[in-house]
């Protein structure tokens, strides 16, 4: 059908919202690297209602046809918090997105992101970063190195010749985002040993782990830390009320009692460091369904991951420690107690710590102190609308 028009409109009800899900588990199907996500789970993503991003944002999806055959997708969208965030960092005023692409074709490809350009500008916007699917809190970025290994819980997973195709459409690099792995977690490097040993001599510091029985409170601070934590970073978007209890509820069966640590300073929360079992190493092989018998089998997993791999992907210190040699000490603490845990209760083989950002050094120098090296490369593009 090459050369036959192509056809992009928006996404209009519950069939051509389902092609829109359907199609990334068919154009995907022949990579074994891609990690199909649960359906229900891309439902909830893209419906208002039910995932509370669509609260503060514009969002439009977009369908392409040729012949009437689905060969494209896209979404386009407008974070209202992300439009009064400062423009050095990033975002600001004018700056829309789009993110969820997938394209049969490079024509299929140019004609979607225009059309979400289009939409942009009819919206307002002057200037698009991208992609960004949907929150930058979800899924940021496009991969660019790392393609002979599936992707770790919520890190996205794109074919490779997407980077032509974007850069083609006249986008410029904005900021890369790395991961880093540890492919052996026995033990880590002797000057992290000495580091923590330092740390538990003082009586000023307190690292513990997450009290489950006060979920909620420790998740309100756990997301109080990181809002004031990044909120400086490039790309920050505040959690609003809504989302925390969100986040709250949706990530608490990811969250292994000894994982996820808060350090304490002076008896005040000053620090936070999440880890999650890699969920994406049983989905992989569910295509993105839970019935008949997924369910059970992953909710048997989470009960007790066993020889799996960790990710760290969030870690926060409060204002008046950041850039400070405690920041530093209450990091490699809370990362090597994880590792113990995850080694003597879960058989941990392997951990990956990120998205870390390229400018990020403190957070680059930790990786390289306990032996992590860059396993993957995300990139987000700019370009003036």
Known sequence: MAGTKIDISPVSGKSELSAFIELAYRLNADDPNWVPPLRSDMVELLTPGRNPFHEHARVQYFL?????????????????????????????????????????????????????????????????????????????????????????????????????????????????????????????????????????????????????????????????????????????????????????????????????????????????????????????????RLFPFNWARLLWWLRNPQGGNFRVPLMGVVGKYQNTRMASQLAFMMIEYIRRYAVANHGAKRAEVGWVLEDNQGMVAIADAIGATCNREYRIYSKLL
């Open 64 to 288: 392409a046809r040729r012949g009437g055959v689905v060969v494209g997708r896209i979404s386009a969208h407008i974070d209202e918090l992300a439009l009064v965030q400062p423009p050095e960092q990033g975002m600001g005023p004018g700056t829309g997105n789009w993110g969820l692409l997938e394209a049969e074709t490079h024509d299929v490809s140019d004609a979607l992101i225009g059309a979400a350009e289009e939409w942009l500008r009819g919206q307002g916007m002057t200037r698009v970063l991208a992609p960004i699917s949907l929150s930058v809190w979800e899924e940021p970025g496009l991969l660019t190195l790392g393609h002979d290994q599936p992707p770790m819980i919520m890190m996205g997973h794109h074919k490779a010749h997407y980077q032509g195709w974007i850069e083609g459409a006249g986008y410029d690099l904005a900021k890369k985002l790395f991961t880093f792995e540890v492919i052996n977690v026995e033990r880590f490097p002797e000057i992290v040993n000495r580091i923590v040993a330092s740390g538990e001599r003082s009586s000023r510091i307190r690292v513990r782990t997450v009290d489950f029985s006060r979920f909620n409170e420790e998740s309100q601070t756990i997301i109080a830390i990181l809002n004031e934590a990044w909120s400086k970073n490039w790309g920050f978007v505040p959690f609003t009320e809504t989302e925390k209890a969100y986040a709250g509820k949706k990530l608490k069966p990811l969250i292994l009692k000894g994982a996820n640590m808060i350090a304490e300073v002076d008896g005040e929360p000053a620090a936070f460091m999440m880890s999650w079992p890699d969920i994406n190493q049983k989905l992989i092989g569910m295509k993105g």
